[in-house]
């Protein structure tokens, strides 16, 4: 979490950061700052609250200098206040950082320094870093590349950092472990950024700093790379295929509903090139040599966290329906904690949209060692997830923005199931002619998304009806129980309504004590599947004065009778389903979230990339 964007060149660097730190704030919103760096001196303007408060407090502020740090806080040590606001100072006042991240040993280290005399203003452990900095750097007499790079090997935790020095206006440090840092590489300018999106309207060369390296950043000279342990590297310069109208609004009021309204594009980019058009065979480029892997493995073990973890119980359906494989699905920070049985025989499968989410690369480190093949379904591009893992495929879904996640859901759905029914094809465990039937299906599903979209107006008027509520009951069952988790995830997020997720049947071993007439119960009775038990589930919920919404196929007619309000879905192969039934949900939270004056974009506390345990 947190966001942090630096620049050094012949541009003045207030702007650059600003915009910066607003594409970034989808990783935290706390607090923001920033310090530019002119001549001799070091100005530091920091706010509680978002970008746009820290805009409006520097207005009339001098925001001169052409190098600069600039940060975006998720608050985890101290109150998003602004004294715990970033950047910090040493305590001489001559160098500053930005930090994204946490240091695990904050408090010995702070213990020490103040020993020595040193004295903090805030509660954060990233002004411990730099006094640390300052510390060693007058006690060694050394550069600030060589002082970061000696504290560095004292600190416990995760890190992407920037730092300044007072009187050095042609260069910056910065090193990461753990957390995201990329460097945009221009003509004599560099931009830092915790991902590409502040960088890609001034450059497409970028380097992704690795974890465990530290780089010195002078503007007219070419990258200084090394390891903290101090081994020089090469860097490597990577170009960016990310395009700046895939980061912006395009006319939506949020990047919530213009990526609920991106769906069908984004399945149609993730099934490009994936299917033949003629043979209907699927291809998976990333885990081609892999397949054999996935065949033969005792176990796939899905870890991923929220959303994906979500989406990662609808991979087990989907494999151990069609292709008879063994799944277990782990929350990523249960299972690196509680010393699972992890062989060499199985397949560790992470879903991340960011590929940055802390426990879940540490589920997958834990694989590592224990000889597990490791494989990623990831959103973002060069993240660490695909660096640390043997294979995997990419969803394609563009940059997801709104911190609820909407579009990666579905195509990490898509993901899933192509790499189902190929494995499903691959075994013999379905026929030809289902396996065409699901690929037909599969195909249509972009279409029936855009039928869904349609309804929009009619979910808003539901919406209405119920954007009082203080509680929601989801129930689904089979292939729709990961869906009404979901459904109840995404309303908690963005309403602040409480709202569970349960499986229909289960209904009656607890939830149905909470039914009265004022508790909304939205049940998803799709035709395929459990059609008739969930009907009995429903006239269990009516018994008891509850309020329905369902969604339903497209010309039922016995939920109809029984629910205060349906939203039809197309008809499609049961296991495809969810990428149908999840839409009206999307939107229902949506509505529901606006009607209650919250920013959907930017839920209160959350934040998108998860990058602390
Ligand atoms: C955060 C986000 C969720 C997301 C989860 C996992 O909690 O707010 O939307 O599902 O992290 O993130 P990942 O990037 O690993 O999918």
Known sequence: MCGIVAYVGEQKA???????????????????????????????????????????????????????????????HGVPNEINAHPHNSGDGKLAIIHNGIIENYDSLKKALQEKGHQFESDTDTEVLIHLIEDIKNHENCSLFEAVRLVLNEVIGAYAIVVIEKGTTDEFIAARKGSPLVIGVGEGEYFVAS???????????????????????????ELDIKTI?????????????????????????????????????????????RINPTTKEITLGGILNYEQKIINADRIIIVACGTSWHAGLIGEYLFEDLSRISVEVEYASEFRYRNPIINKNDVV??????????????????????????????????????????????????????????????????VLALMAIKMAHKKGTITISKYHEIITELELIPEKIEKILKKNDQI??????????????????????????????????ISYIHAE???????????????????????????????DKVVSNIQEVKARGGRLIAIVTEGDKTVKELADYCIEVPDSFDG??????????????????????????????LAKSVTVE
């Not at 530091?44 to 975006?72: C, F, M, P, R, W």
């Open 460 to 493: 808003e008027k539901i919406a209405e009806k119920f954007k009082n509520a203080t509680n929601f009951l989801y129930l689904g069952r089979g292939y729709n129980f990961p869906v009404a988790l979901e459904g109840a995830l995404k309303l908690k997020e």
């Open 195 to 221: 991902d590409a999106s502040p960088i890609i309207e001034y450059t497409r060369n970028v380097v992704y700093l690795e974890d465990g390296e530290i780089a010195r950043i002078n503007k007219s000279e």
């Open 576 to 605: 495809l389903s969810p990428l149908l039934t999840n839409i009206p949900l999307q939107l229902l939270s949506y509505h529901i979230a606006l009607m209650r004056g919250c920013n959907v974009d930017m839920p209160r506390n």
């Open 501 to 531: 997720g349960y499986p229909a049947a289960e209904m009656k071993h607890g939830p149905i004590a909470l039914i009265d007439d004022n508790m909304p119960i939205v049940v998803i009775a799709t035709k395929k599947g459990n059609y």
């Open 14 to 76: 207030y702007p650059i950061i600003i915009k910066g730190l607003q594409r970034l704030e989808y990783r935290g919103y706390d607090s923001a700052g920033v310090a530019l760096l002119e001549n001799k001196s070091i100005e530091i303007l920091k706010q509680a609250g978002k970008v746009s408060d820290l805009e409006s407090y520097a207005a009339n502020k001098n925001t001169n200098g052409h190098i600069g740090i600039g940060h975006t806080r998720w608050a985890t």
């Open 349 to 414: 499968l992470a879903i991340s949209q960011s590929g940055e989410t802390a426990d879940s690369l540490a589920a997958l480190e834990l694989a590592k060692e224990k000889g597990a093949t490791l494989l990623g379904i990831c959103n973002v591009v060069g993240s660490s997830i695909p660096r640390l893992t043997h294979a995997g495929s990419y969803t394609h879904a563009g940059p997801e923005i709104g911190v609820a996640s909407t579009k990666a859901f579905t195509t990490q759905i898509i």
């Open 229 to 273: 342990s101090n081994v020089k590297k090469t860097p490597y310069i990577h170009e960016l295929e990310l395009s700046l109208d895939s980061i912006e609004k395009g006319g939506f009021s949020s990047f919530m509903l213009k990526e609920i309204f991106e769906q069908p594009k984004s399945i149609i980019d993730t099934l490009r090139g």
